[in-house]
């Protein structure tokens, strides 16, 4: 069976027509693997999300021992009905308290994610300095494939870090 890439490359190479297509696409949504792969993509970004609020709520609190929905609207570039928006689904999920004009609060459920993403974060960034990645572009990358790296990924990436980096 080839693979993905090998496909992609093969069809940009030749044109892809009608049929190719559809091939392509009965073998994609035909196979268990690449399927469970998908759910698990799916999966990753249906949290990254919570996962980036909770981090920053804990960022928040610890710097300036509160945290408040115009906080996080800044720091994230949105507005806060948005922000309001995903505090009540992690408000739903157990990961923080809130109340009418008080600050969020991280729940020990949230605070437990919390510092998973971080050490999570803190891992991947090691790694991709451990690489020679600049420092602005280890932060800014570590972001974004915390949230989608496995454990076992996760495991060899430290493991590696700590080898260049004792």
Request: net charge negative; aromatic share 6%.
């Amino acid at each position: 069976m080839i693979t993905v890439v090998q496909h992609i490359i093969q069809r940009s190479c030749v044109g892809i027509d009608f049929y190719a297509r559809n091939t392509y696409y009965f073998e994609m949504t035909n196979n268990p693997t690449i399927r469970n792969e998908h759910v698990r993509t799916r999966r990753d970004h249906a949290t990254e999300l919570a996962e980036d609020y909770v981090e920053a709520i804990d960022d928040l609190i610890q710097e300036r021992s509160a945290c408040r929905v115009t906080d996080l609207a800044k720091r994230f570039g949105v507005t806060h009905v948005s922000v309001n928006r995903t505090v009540q689904r992690l408000e739903r999920d157990g990961l923080v308290k809130t109340q009418p004009y008080a600050p969020i609060e991280l729940t020990s459920k949230g605070k437990k994610l919390a510092q998973e993403c971080r050490e999570r974060h803190l891992i991947v960034y090691r790694f991709l300095r451990a690489h020679g990645i600049s420092e602005q572009n280890a932060r800014v990358d570590a972001e974004g494939i915390e949230h989608h790296v496995s454990d076992e990924t996760l495991a060899a990436m430290q493991e590696f870090a700590e080898r260049q980096n004792p």
